[in-house]
């Protein structure tokens, strides 16, 4: 084993929770804090309560919102490529028109050479 690579260890780590229960464990870190415990868990109380300290739901909640942005601003931006692609394919009235008559001056100016 390599030496003085491993953290240290700490038997008499300190462990509170947000109820109020304290306990000891082992363990690299000095003290420790939880949000639930065997104590307040609603498994071994029976107790049916929300548990959210630290905002977690409202985080979720953003993060979903801000996916849903991201998401509508990539079909918003496929869209408009879309159409800018067929506005590029489809030619006006005026270009056919160009067109068509550019065709008719070929055929007079072939037909009045023969």
Request: charged share 40%; glycine share 4%.
């Amino acid at each position: 084993m390599k030496k003085k690579i491993h953290p240290k260890w700490h038997d008499d780590c300190k462990v509170t929770c947000s109820c109020g229960n304290t306990f000891t464990t082992g363990s690299t870190l000095a003290e420790i804090e939880v949000e639930i415990c065997d104590q307040c868990h609603p498994f071994f109380t029976g107790e049916m309560k929300f548990v959210d300290r630290q905002g977690r739901v409202d985080k979720f909640k953003k993060k979903i919102k801000k996916a849903q942005k991201q998401k509508a601003q990539k079909q918003k931006q496929k869209q408009t490529k879309k159409t800018s692609q067929k506005q590029k394919d489809d030619k006006s009235y005026q270009d056919i028109l160009r067109e068509a008559k550019d065709e008719i001056r070929q055929t007079e100016a072939k037909t009045k050479k023969k």
